[in-house]
């Protein structure tokens, strides 16, 4: 079992560069399938999602190339439907793969997706919005399968602002018949990278208000060569470490814009930012102070993927803090970890209360899931001793080093 080793209680400074976008090169590398040719992609983070990723295109007729963090795929020979349910078990955001395979073949069948357990994360959603684009769907229990003789654009207004679904219909919509007016979409970041990439392939994707995206369908898209943003989401969670263990970091490529939300909480925390063209420097050196309750929503909200870090962080902090999770119901799974090494946290439902002012203590946990094992690796910084964070797997889907990027910023930090 691999594990991350901490020798904690030190403070953080130096420099680190962001990586490539895991939420933004999932979908991206599924959109290839709509293209009759090669495209590349650059600065691809070296994660086991994207490995995962690779190796699902490569099983429906994909030509995959990696080199270093350059992918190039080759999606002219396509010639599968069915995925793997080996690898659709392990990856979540396989789901994405429903909208381009119906727009690129007219049929697609999948196990039910897997991932990480951060609480009900139904698909209904994507079922729906591509039923009203003409797709026939039929879940036999085990298996979902879906085929359509022609997406067709219409008017689709999402019950949520869903990441995956927004993705999944803009997908689907760029090679349909017709117009697609999509409402009450997600407007994270990475969707303006989809369709930032699918326009270069010549789709015609327009901005409408917040919230609303009108998509013309196409006959044919063309190859082109896209480079993968930084990742707002690792940068945040190097952010939260220089709030839990102190000190002074730079990080290099932050993307400027996307973190408001936590930045301000940062700020509130007693942190000191300076944004520079090349990046983010973050300083805290002085006390850490409660931000108060903090929600996390869709964007522009404060993104549910750095709750946990955060939770770390709210734990050495002086006063009270209160999270309250309205995206997922299982995400504050890690807080029983935390526990164990003194944070004292409190769950009700959607509702964490932190007391704050604890003095971690390292110990042998375990973590369950992505965001939640980054999190216990925070902890572990700022935490009086060694600790040990084993299934270091799940945090390998989302990191390319946490180890080695630690270590650059000073930490004592192995993997196993």
Do not use: W
């Amino acid at each position: 079992m691999k594990s991350v080793y901490i020798r904690g209680n030190a403070s953080l400074y130096g420099e680190v560069t962001i990586q490539g976008s895991k939420n933004a090169a999932l979908p991206i590398m599924a959109a290839a399938l709509l293209v009759p040719g090669v495209c590349v992609l650059e600065n691809c983070p070296r994660i086991s999602d994207v490995e995962c990723m690779c190796r699902i295109l490569e099983s429906i007729g994909c030509g995959v190339v990696r080199k270093g963090r350059q992918i190039r795929i080759d999606a002219a020979s396509l010639t599968g439907s069915r995925l793997p349910g080996e690898y659709v078990a392990r990856m979540r955001s396989s789901v994405m793969l429903m909208g381009p395979l119906l727009g690129r073949l007219g049929e697609v069948s999948l196990c039910h997706p897997g991932g990480c357990v951060i609480g009900d994360r139904p698909i209904d959603m994507h079922i729906r919005a591509l039923s009203r684009m003409g797709a026939s769907c039929r879940d036999d229990g085990s298996l979902l399968f879906a085929s359509s003789c022609g997406l067709r654009g219409t008017l689709i207004r999402l019950d949520y602002p869903s990441v995956g679904a927004t993705e999944n219909v803009i997908m689907a919509a760029v090679l349909a018949d017709g117009v697609t007016c999509l409402e009450n979409c997600a407007q994270e970041p990475e969707i303006a990278r989809l369709c930032e990439f699918l326009t270069c392939c010549g789709a015609s994707i327009a901005r409408k208000g917040p919230g609303r995206l009108m998509i013309r369908g196409q006959s044919r898209l063309r190859p082109c060569v896209y480079t993968i943003p930084a990742d707002r989401i690792v940068a945040g969670t190097y952010l939260c470490a220089c709030l839990a263990a102190g000190g002074e970091v730079f990080l290099r490529g932050a993307p400027a814009g996307e973190n408001d939300a936590l930045e301000k909480t940062a700020e509130r925390m007693g942190a000191g930012l300076e944004r520079t063209p090349a990046g983010l420097l973050v300083r805290r050196t002085g006390s850490l102070l409660s931000p108060g309750e903090v929600t996390t929503g869709s964007f522009p909200s404060f993104p549910t993927d750095l709750q946990s870090p955060l939770l770390a962080a709210m734990a050495q902090a002086e006063g009270e803090s209160r999270l309250k999770e309205t995206v997922f119901n299982g995400r504050f799974g890690v807080a029983e970890e935390l526990n164990r090494m003194g944070a004292g946290i409190t769950v009700e439902k959607d509702l964490a209360r932190i007391p704050g002012g604890r003095k971690l203590t390292g110990r042998r946990v375990r973590a369950r899931e992505l965001r939640g094992g980054a999190a216990l690796v925070v902890a572990g910084l700022c935490a009086r001793g060694d600790t040990l964070v084993e299934n270091r797997g799940y945090v390998d889907r989302g990191y390319e080093d946490i180890c080695r990027d630690l270590r650059l910023l000073g930490a004592s930090v192995q993997e196993g």
